[in-house]
Nanobody, 126 residues
Framework: QVQLVESGGGLVQAGGSLRLSCAAS????????MAWFRQAPGKEREFVAA???????VYADSVKGRFTISRDSAKMTMYLQMNSLKPEDTALYYC????????????????????WGQGTQVTVSS
């Protein structure tokens, strides 16, 4: 079992920055792909960014150039640096993990992910 706990959310003005963290425990996640998803009120959960166990990265078009995903395997922690935040980035942000067959794989599909955190709220005011 893998437990994931997000932190770092909060209220920020448009144009500001936040750094989210996702701390893993229970099992080593170095062999797992990890990702961030988000869900805005009244909307479906959507993919934000993912990082494979070999360091391959994929972003949603809506955050490309503004968000940066990274991971520290020694600390079993994943990060999401969010810059130039917009009101439309307001959502509950979740981290997720799964163990893919290939080291370069990092799915954008939430049904591939087996483990989820409880979420951290990000609110961007205009």
């Amino acid at each position: 079992q893998v437990q994931l706990v997000e932190s770092g959310g909060g209220l920020v003005q448009a144009g500001g920055s936040l750094r989210l963290s996702c701390a893993a425990s229970g099992r080593t996640v170095s062999s797992y792909a990890m990702a961030w998803f988000r869900q805005a009120p009244g909307k479906e959960r959507e993919f934000v960014a993912a990082i494979s166990r070999s360091g391959g990265i994929v972003y949603a078009d809506s955050v490309k150039g503004r968000f940066t995903i990274s991971r520290d395997s020694a600390k079993m922690t994943m990060y999401l640096q969010m810059n130039s935040l917009k009101p439309e980035d307001t959502a509950l942000y979740y981290c997720a993990a799964y163990r893919p067959t290939y080291s370069f794989s990092a799915s954008t599909r939430e049904n591939q992910y087996d483990y989820w955190g409880q979420g951290t709220q990000v609110t961007v005011s205009s």
